[in-house]
């Protein structure tokens, strides 16, 4: 599975827009990007993932560049309650039958304050 | 999405004893995922148990020292064998699935070894 890059922390005000970048330059073809988020002492949760589209949820969005090297979570109006670690991810086979292994990097810690 | 019941939530543990940590899910799965995180690090899996099989162990990780049982569908237990002061972690199951590909994952043992 590809390598992902992300900033380590970020700061956000509470009510405005969190705009969390992941760098996956070595992205193939069949691999979706895949966003987490680990509040703490809690399990990871799932929050979106994408191949190439853009795509919005009840939770985020997310912006995946044309050449597909890079994208964007977005939490279009952070609360406090957001506060978490947030990992990008990406791996092939986003469903069926394939499923295999998740591998997390260091994630970016988002602090949202008031 | 699976809804995942891990026990215990903590535990602690005195050094050279073993714990089992249990991990029972709402609906069958195929593939079910045990991950470490250590303090102030990222997840790492340990392996992954698909039912009826031998599970398969990331580098650095033995069966000795983590025995998986994987013995239906809808339930696992890891033994964190022998344990020393350098186990204190927390230790969560994850399984694949869900409508959109997504992975859940338990809310952990938290486990410190004294």
């Known amino acids: 599975d590809a390598k992902t890059t992300q900033p380590p922390s970020m700061d956000c005000a509470e009510g405005r827009a969190a705009n969390l970048p992941c760098n996956h330059s070595?992205?193939?073809?069949?691999?979706?990007v895949y966003w987490y988020r680990q509040i703490h002492s809690q399990g990871p949760q799932y929050i979106i993932h994408?191949?190439?589209n853009n795509e919005t949820n009840e939770m985020a969005s997310l912006i995946i560049t044309e050449d597909r090297k890079s994208s964007t979570l977005i939490l279009p109006h952070a609360t406090l309650r957001d506060t978490a670690v947030y990992y990008c991810i990406v791996r092939a086979n986003a469903g069926g039958t394939s499923y295999g292994k998740l591998t997390f990097g260091q994630g970016t810690i988002l602090t949202v304050h008031p | 999405s699976a809804v995942i019941s891990q026990k215990p939530s903590r535990d602690i543990c005195q050094r050279g004893t073993s714990l089992t940590i249990q991990c029972q899910v709402d609906s069958q799965v195929t593939m079910m995922f045990w991950y470490r995180q250590q303090p102030g690090q990222s997840l790492t899996l340990i392996a992954t148990?698909?039912?009826?099989?031998?599970?398969?162990?990331e580098s650095g990780f033995v069966i000795d020292k983590f025995p998986i049982s994987r013995p239906n569908l809808t339930f696992s237990t890891l033994t964190v064998s022998n344990m020393s002061p350098e186990d204190s972690s927390i230790y969560l199951c994850?399984?694949?699935?869900?409508?959109?590909?997504?992975?859940?994952f338990g809310s952990g043992t938290r486990l410190t070894v004294v």
């Open positions: 994408g191949l190439k």
């Open positions: 994850s399984v694949a699935g869900g409508a959109y590909g997504g992975y859940t």
């Open positions: 070595t992205i193939s073809g069949n691999e979706y």
């Open positions: 148990a698909n039912q009826g099989s031998e599970a398969t162990y």
